[in-house]
């Protein structure tokens, strides 16, 4: 039987879904947040407006495929709209305020890019370098431990949201982190994500117990739970073909580059937003740059083409799926137990349903080819 992603390249992804007349209405971040969490808790915003946040804004979501043409992202959304998202997502599950600013200021160390520079320091496969200087930074804030003493926290409580499972837990569950980025990654690479699709399966989701008894996100109805899966590694697929990984390591290229070359320096990282990196990198642009900006496509092969004319990749990535949790009401499949409701069967989605089973396991099954080049301007 052929792996059900065979049939998605590049230019077939990017071409599925037809763009909207209007894609600032159509994709609308305001309406979006809203149906994460009709209920805003308006305490988010005196956090929201510290310089530890703020910075965020200049900071793309979609590591840094927003400034080359082999992409055609419908919007820009940045870390700050993430944070926020994930912020209002834990609220509205959990009401807990500890929880839901954990979860607002789980990316505060990200540089621009955004993962690009965990493939900058040989991190492609779980994509986690970026997290390290998370907890310092949050501890080193006055203005933030200040805020966070006023309301009766302390930093502890909120500077590693992985103790939250809420807010984060190990694929292929889901968290809310997990679940906040996926929608507006498929709005805006793809357009699979629409705000109707979206409300339809966020407003199916509830707080489940899974196989070690801890609270996950999991799904009440097993036709939305299929569609959601199928979505989620569709998206997961477009980050695992050889476009993205050789996009985002030859962006980190470009900037150890410039580094070794006195364009920028590291703290240009993490205090310039991404318009001013790029500003600057095109002062002195580099061939890699250049290319950069202008590809429009890649060369799929089985080696490596010469380093004189091209740029080669060859890397494994982290894989991003989901095998999410769903009650079953149709049949007694192995039984873990509803947190409400002792009576529930709930399972893991590729456990029920064949169709999920495949997707899944097509999606950890497929290989691009070996190498993914481009040839240099």
Request: some cysteine.
């Amino acid at each position: 039987m052929s792996n059900y992603f065979e049939q998605f390249d590049w230019k077939t992804m990017m071409s599925l879904n037809a763009w909207p007349d209007d894609p600032a209405t159509f994709y609308d971040i305001k309406k979006y947040h809203k149906i994460l969490s009709p209920d805003y808790p308006d305490f988010l915003d005196k956090y929201i407006a510290l310089p530890i946040l703020s910075r965020l804004k200049g900071v793309g979501l979609l590591c840094g495929t927003d400034w080359t043409k082999l992409y055609k992202n419908r919007f820009y959304y940045s870390r700050l709209d993430h944070s926020v998202g994930v912020a209002l997502i834990i609220w509205h599950f959990t009401h807990d305020k500890a929880q839901t600013l954990a979860g607002l200021f789980h990316d505060a160390s990200t540089p621009v890019f955004s993962h690009v520079s965990d493939f900058r320091k040989g991190d492609a496969l779980t994509q986690t370098a970026t997290e390290s200087d998370n907890e310092r930074l949050l501890k080193s804030d006055s203005a933030l431990c200040e805020l966070l003493a006023d309301d009766g926290l302390t930093v502890d409580q909120i500077c590693d949201y992985h103790i939250y499972p809420v807010a984060d837990n190990e694929i292929p569950q889901l968290s809310a982190d997990r679940l906040e980025y996926m929608f507006p990654s498929g709005m805006a690479l793809d357009g699979s994500w629409d705000l109707a699709s979206i409300e339809k399966a966020y407003n199916d989701i509830t707080v489940l117990k899974n196989e070690d008894g801890f609270d996950e996100l999991g799904f009440q109805t097993l036709e939305i739970a299929e569609d959601y899966c199928r979505r989620f590694c569709m998206i997961g697929h477009i980050l695992q073909l050889n476009e993205n990984k050789l996009t985002l390591h030859m962006l980190g290229q470009i900037m150890n580059l410039a580094v070794e070359q006195g364009v920028l320096h590291e703290d240009d990282f993490m205090n310039k937003s991404e318009r001013e990196i790029m500003d600057e990198l095109e002062r002195a642009p580099s061939r890699l740059y250049k290319t950069f900006r202008t590809m429009t496509s890649i060369e799929h092969t089985d080696h490596a083409l010469p380093t004189d004319e091209y740029f080669c990749i060859s890397l494994n990535v982290k894989q991003r799926y989901i095998d999410p949790l769903v009650i079953d009401c149709r049949a007694p499949f192995d039984r873990l137990r509803d947190r409400d409701n002792d009576t529930l069967s709930v399972g893991r989605l590729s456990a029920i349903s064949p169709l999920a089973h495949k997707i899944i396991e097509d999606f950890k099954a497929y290989h691009d080819t070996p190498y993914g080049c481009v040839k240099l301007v």
